[in-house]
């Protein structure tokens, strides 16, 4: 427990020196402000319901997670799972889930699961990324276009249904907005990337809207304040209804906040984060916000690297964030009733260009057929499905074809042995009788029937021995396979005689009786051992040669 905990160490630079973390904190939450607006409208509770969520989770992610620079909130990639959840179960069952969902994420804080995000393969992530970036832009289509009531069970079917009911009414107010508002993020980010240009032109689209009494649909009214905290949204008999849906908000979250604390010690020199403590820090941020109304949280890569590259050096940074987007709050909600929804649909818009890195799709795409088709595989499952599923289709195939390539490894050849000491006709008894055979690589379920198909076709010979010190990993099916050869070749009266076999593969092939007849005295050391033992077996045959 004490390691999952903050130390005084961590922030004692940031009251020694405050002053660049203050500055980092407040451009992170003029950045944070739309998106938090943004995503707490897709999820379909509200504007109110996301800026709770960057508040509260934000606060408590950055004291209690494990990376110095991580700034949580909700994001694109959750409001995607979250949608469907709203629809069958309602505002209270999103609350009840990101909750669940909380306990979850700090069990496996405990548990050290943390550390298992190394093994997530690229091409999932990347085809992961890109399906989630798909899947942001289509659900702002609605708000784009200035259509409410969208319908489709998918976000692809309310996407095209907005559309057809657009091209049924046409009006270029919310469209023109929400293409202005993404050209002037994406222009000006790239020239002047330190300067908040999504408020900017959100407040803009604001005041133009207001000024000119254009048609724009408006956030409308939201609460100047937070809630006070409440369980009143959870009701017992709905928890087990809900467990999936927490677990794969769990997942998600755990995935998304894993990999953003990752990028985030990426583009700072020396910095690692813990990954056991950022699930702890996220738990206790998704108990805490639906506490206050807010959706399930994640750590916000967009909003994390803005962090890192506005000079943060402590965890101050990412709580002034939360600090600031509070006074907001409470301070000017009625400045953010006014914003036009097609102004955050573009702000999301901007959001998921930036997401794609077409360089590293292209890369991964010519490195191997076998990465394009799970990258592709990947993207496609997260556009047409959900996340959860798309990552545990990506992994699957991720690791069929590792596991083939592994596979194709194991090998098995025939090796001279060394006779340099040894009479002529002792030679050519060896060369003629005496086979040895080095199995390279793994020996497992993949590779074994292949395997034994090569070692059963050995011929003409009165002893084989199987070099074994280059197995690399040998498994149930490996031993069992290995077994039937040995079976197979001693009933063809070929002694069968191992060398150089590891402990732990020894005790697993004495296990499935997978030793050649003798047991544990046709196992030797090495494989002069193995020549020597074999020479005494043919002593009448050596002769009469």
Do not use: C
């Not at 393969?121 to 276009?145: C, Y």
């Amino acid at each position: 427990m004490r390691a999952l905990l903050p130390t005084w160490s961590e922030w004692k630079p940031a009251f020694l020196a405050p002053g660049t973390d203050l500055m980092a904190g407040l451009i992170v939450a003029l950045v944070a402000l739309p998106l938090a607006l943004g995503f707490g409208i897709s999820s379909g509770l509200g504007a109110a319901a996301g800026l709770a969520t960057a508040i509260v989770a934000g606060a408590l992610g950055a004291a209690f997670g494990g990376s110095r620079f991580q700034v949580s909130g909700p994001t694109g990639a959750m409001t995607v799972v979250l949608v469907p959840i709203v629809h069958e179960h309602g505002a209270s069952g999103v609350l009840t889930v990101g909750l669940m969902a909380g306990v979850l994420l700090v069990a496996l804080a405990f548990a050290g699961v943390g550390r298992a995000v190394r093994f997530m393969p690229a091409p999932v992530i990347e085809g992961f990324t890109a399906g989630i970036a798909v899947v942001i832009a289509l659900q702002q289509v609605p708000g784009a276009l200035g259509v409410s009531g969208a319908e489709g069970e998918k976000v692809w079917q309310s996407a095209f249904d907005a559309v057809r009911r657009f091209i049924d009414d046409p009006h270029a107010t919310a469209p023109v907005t929400a293409l202005v508002v993404a050209v002037v993020i994406l222009i000006g980010g790239r020239y002047l990337p330190k300067l908040p240009f999504a408020l900017v032109a959100v407040a803009v689209t604001t005041v133009v809207g207001s000024v000119f009494d254009l048609d724009l649909a408006r956030i409308g009214t939201i609460p100047a304040g937070l809630p006070a905290p409440s369980f009143g949204f959870l009701h017992l008999d709905d928890l087990t209804t809900l467990l999936l849906p927490a677990l794969a908000v769990a997942a998600l979250a755990a995935l998304e906040s894993l990999l953003s604390a990752t990028a985030a010690d990426a583009m700072a020199v020396g910095t690692r984060h813990d990954p056991d403590r950022e699930l702890f820090g996220q738990g206790l941020a998704n108990i805490a916000a639906p506490l206050f109304g807010g959706v399930p949280a994640t750590g916000a890569i967009a909003r994390t690297a803005v962090n890192v590259r506005s000079g943060a050096r402590t965890r101050l940074a990412a709580l002034t964030h939360a600090a600031i987007l509070a006074g907001i709050v409470y301070l000017a909600a009625g400045l953010v009733a006014d914003i036009p929804i097609a102004a955050l649909a573009g702000v999301l818009l901007a959001t998921t260009v930036r997401m794609v890195e077409a360089a590293s799709l292209a890369a991964i795409a010519r490195a191997s057929r076998g990465d394009a088709i799970v990258m592709a595989v990947t993207f496609f499952v997260t556009v047409a499905f959900d996340l959860v599923t798309a990552v545990a289709i990506g992994i699957g195939f991720a690791l069929v074809l590792a596991v083939r390539a592994v596979a194709r490894e194991a090998s098995l050849h025939q090796v001279p042995l060394d006779e340099s000491d040894h009479l002529g006709e002792e030679h050519d008894l060896l060369r003629d009788h005496i086979v040895a055979y080095r199995i390279d690589g793994p020996l497992f379920f993949a590779a074994a029937h292949r395997f034994l198909l090569e070692l059963s076709e050995v011929a003409d010979v009165h002893v084989v021995i199987l070099r074994m010190s280059r197995v690399t990993a040998l498994d149930t099916t490996g031993a069992l396979v290995l077994a039937d050869a040995v079976t197979k070749l001693q009933h063809r009266h070929i002694t069968v005689l191992m060398s150089g076999l590891r402990d732990d593969h020894r005790a697993r092939l004495a296990t499935m009786g997978a030793l050649p007849a003798g047991g544990e005295d046709a196992v030797f050391p090495d494989t002069g051992a193995a020549i020597a033992y074999a020479r005494r077996l043919f002593p009448i045959t050596r002769r009469s040669h």
